[in-house]
């Protein structure tokens, strides 16, 4: 799934973020970064709220930077382990979109 690794300094932090091909990513992630660049609309509640980035494993950005978007897993029962985090100053085009498939432990670029 991964292709390359990138390195991001921010903050006077070295981090390394994996690379990972949009067309890599399962299709309820696919389809979950298709709604975020129409703007929804997002089956959950918390889609779109602010992340705070409490892990540091992405770039240093202030406060309201990062948003979050729920990935569908197939037959969970609640919204699973699966995020989309997208930063910017334009919801529907942000600079840089993350995706975690273990709820925040790691991450991974994606790029077109």
Request: aromatic share 8%; net charge positive.
């Amino acid at each position: 799934m991964l292709t390359s690794t990138s390195s991001a300094r921010d903050g006077g932090v070295d981090t390394k973020i994996s690379v990972v091909e949009l067309k890599q990513l399962p299709p309820e992630a696919r389809q979950t970064h298709v709604l975020i660049h129409s703007g929804g609309p997002f089956p959950y509640r918390k889609d779109g709220t602010v992340f705070g980035n409490r892990e540091r494993l992405l770039p240093d950005r202030s406060r309201g930077f990062y948003r979050e978007y729920t990935v569908p897993t197939p037959g969970s029962r609640d919204r699973g382990a699966r995020r989309i985090v997208c930063g910017g100053k334009q919801r529907q085009a942000p600079e840089s979109c993350f995706y975690s498939a273990d709820h925040y432990a790691s991450f991974n670029r994606i790029v077109q």
